[in-house]
């Protein structure tokens, strides 16, 4: 069974101070992993897949099959990263998406 | 495009009362999946269909919840009776599954309550 964690259900942060929002998961394949982020009552947005290795909004994650963690960071935070943010996994050659309970990342001014 | 589009928005009614609520995927998107989110247990995937057939609904709560997809355009998930535990955010993705496998795109939800 696929599994996704993500320990911390709330993250208060300054603004300009590093951001670490971790996710760790359990599956025995190989995964795809995701971080999705929602902002106050809008739908959930796609932020980063793994397999794009890309930036957004500051945003980097990076995939660590040995310690099966997908963990989202952003070396300065602004207040407008104010957010949820949901990590998933989708077992590889399969449609169905298993989401992390979430974490609130509160950017304080 | 407009996105995955889902009516109503917000939805307020008596408990025991039918409630049903509509999804109209992006179009040419062939996979649709109906989520549930509360602040307990975040985001559960309730069913999803694949070319408007079913393929998991391992996670409807039980038979007061039933989901259809007539065609490709349109979905319906529909709870009946209506109990005030099932007061919550419903979300519907929508996906293009076998080229690259795309990522889900939600829709804005609709937020139950059930007096």
């Known amino acids: 069974a696929q599994r996704v964690t993500q320990p911390e259900k709330l993250l208060s942060v300054f603004k300009g101070a590093p951001v670490e929002l971790k996710c760790n998961y359990s599956?025995?394949?190989?995964?795809?992993l995701f971080w999705y982020v929602q902002y106050s009552r809008q739908r959930l947005q796609l932020l980063l897949r793994?397999?794009s290795r890309e930036s957004i909004k500051g945003f980097t994650a990076d995939l660590n099959k040995g310690e099966t963690s997908f963990h989202l960071k952003k070396p300065f935070a602004q207040e407008e990263d104010s957010a949820m943010y949901y990590c998933?996994?989708?077992?590889?050659?399969?449609?169905?998406?298993?989401f992390g309970i979430g974490t609130k990342l509160q950017v304080i001014p | 495009d407009a996105g995955v589009i889902q009516s109503p928005r917000h939805e307020v009614t008596e408990m025991g009362q039918e409630v049903t609520l509509r999804c109209k995927p992006i179009?040419?998107?062939?996979?649709l999946f109906w989520y549930r989110q509360t602040m307990m247990r975040g985001l559960e995937l309730l069913i999803y269909?694949?070319?408007?057939?079913?393929i998991d609904d391992s996670g409807m709560p039980e038979d007061r919840f039933s989901a259809k997809m007539p065609n490709a355009s349109f979905s319906t998930l529909k709870i009946q009776p209506s109990e005030p535990r099932d007061s919550a955010v419903y979300f519907c993705?929508?996906?293009?599954w076998g080229e690259g496998n795309q990522p889900q795109h939600f829709g804005d939800g609709t937020r139950l309550s059930i007096l």
């Open positions: 179009s040419g998107h062939n996979s």
């Open positions: 998933a996994l989708r077992s590889g050659g399969y449609q169905k998406v298993t």
């Open positions: 599956y025995s394949g190989s995964p795809e």
């Open positions: 793994h397999i």
């Open positions: 269909f694949n070319n408007n057939v079913p």
């Open positions: 993705a929508s996906s293009l």
